[in-house]
């Protein structure tokens, strides 16, 4: 058994370390990837993008975390502050939301949505003035 701290932790360390393996057994089959942009991504595109070689952290950590827990799901709210490319272009600080579920006594992610924050690095968005 797993906690939700746990869970996220895990995540990011195999996110980091583009870890495909590791994150296949974090998700949910069912589990949805909304990027900052609106893309969506199933499970599968998710964990592809890890292997595939298009993906590379140089820095990545979770900053600003709240957990919402709610019985067997919880909101896990944090700041996703990155160093790295994504097919050439560079990673986005985002605001990031995991939809989180237990599955048999184990924390697992059915969700991430990324979204921009305005004014932070790579963000096409201007900060408040």
Known sequence: MNTI???IALWADAERGCD????ETLLTEDFQG???VGFQLSRD???GRLSS???RYDELSLNEVTIREHGDCA???ARLDVRGEARGHPLPTTRTTFSVVSVG???RIAGIQHSFIAG???SPVPGPR
């Open 20 to 23: 495909a393996r590791t994150t």
């Open 53 to 55: 070689g298009d993906l």
């Open 34 to 36: 909304i990027g900052p």
């Open 75 to 77: 909101l896990v709210i």
């Open 45 to 47: 595109a998710w964990i």
């Open 5 to 7: 701290d746990q869970t």
């Open 105 to 107: 006594g184990d924390w």
């Open 120 to 122: 932070a690095p790579g």
